[in-house]
């Protein structure tokens, strides 16, 4: 079942390209037409990548992996902060952190430092240094807050990345390419589309089309994070209830262990009550 229609992408202006004399002629099978100079974008394939691109992204956050978003321009960085934070995932929306993936473990340490800075204020150490070395530490807790905060939960190399703006964030996707993580991506008719993975030919410029394109991905995403959920609920209950049927069959044993010992113990209770009966009766006889 597609997940957008060709209206919802027509009305928020995902179909609008750049100009002409922009464009990057391997964006070409997305182009629909030429208009005032201006290329519009094929929105039935946009349509088609996109629900391509929402399933595969679905599957990720049902296996219990992470997606890292990366939005740094400024029509995209409210957007992705709000909708990503919804769905629990990484992003960057600040200026990308040289080295964040092929870098990663000094990257965790920055994270961890921030993580101290945070204990020292808590257990009183903070309150032995003097004003200045205070406001230092107050000062770097703040900018580590700003460019990592979005990223303190990802303790490890994410499974893919979302960029907005492929000409923007290059950096990033040449990092992504080097470990070998896939790269989702709205493309514009002035990108390259050649190192995305699954690329989503749209207008990566207007609000409302970067809005819609990550509406429909953190939804995908949520719907695996929910279905991930079901199934471990599922098989925690089928757990529970096998534990306790084995727990039954273990009480039974030793009860019908103790019934034929209770039958064993009768039989020759009934065998000496006959043979008294037949010594009464051959007496009698006599």
Not at 25 to 32: G, N, S
Not at 67 to 78: D, I, M, R, S
Not at 110 to 137: H, Y
Not at 252 to 281: H, L
Request: glycine share 6%; charged share 30%; net charge positive.
């Amino acid at each position: 079942m597609p997940r957008t229609d060709f209206n919802a992408l027509l009305e928020a202006g995902v179909h609008f390209g750049h100009l002409k004399r922009k464009w990057n002629p391997k964006m070409a099978p997305y182009i629909f037409m030429e208009k005032n100079g201006i290329h519009i974008i094929d929105l039935h394939k946009t349509a088609v990548k996109l629900d391509e691109a929402a399933a595969a992204l679905k599957q990720i956050a049902k296996s219990g992996r992470r997606v890292l978003f990366v939005a740094t321009k400024k029509q995209a960085k409210e957007i992705v902060s709000e909708k990503v934070a919804a769905v629990n995932m990484p992003y960057v929306t600040e200026r990308w952190p040289g080295g964040m993936l092929t870098n990663f473990p000094t990257i965790r340490k920055a994270v961890k430092k921030m993580a101290t800075i945070d204990k020292m204020a808590t257990d009183g150490t903070f309150d032995n240094f003097s004003k200045r070395e205070k406001l230092q530490i107050s000062r770097q807790r703040a900018k580590l807050e700003k460019n990592l905060g979005s990223i303190a939960d990802l303790t490890r190399l994410p499974a893919a990345l979302f960029v907005v703006d492929v000409q923007k964030e290059s950096n990033a996707i040449k990092e992504a390419k080097k470990l070998s993580i896939p790269v989702f991506a709205m493309v514009d008719t002035c990108c390259d589309p050649t190192d995305i993975d699954y690329v989503i030919p749209a207008n990566d410029d207007a609000s409302k089309s970067i809005d819609l394109i990550v509406d429909v991905v953190t939804a995908a995403i949520q719907e695996g994070l929910t279905e991930r959920k079901i199934e471990k609920e599922k098989d925690a209950a089928a757990a529970e209830a096998k534990g306790a049927a084995a727990g039954r069959e273990k009480g039974a044993r030793p009860a019908r262990a103790r019934k034929s010992a209770a039958e064993a113990v009768e039989i020759p209770e009934q065998d000496g009550a006959t043979g008294a009966e037949e010594a009464a009766g051959e007496a009698a006889a006599e």
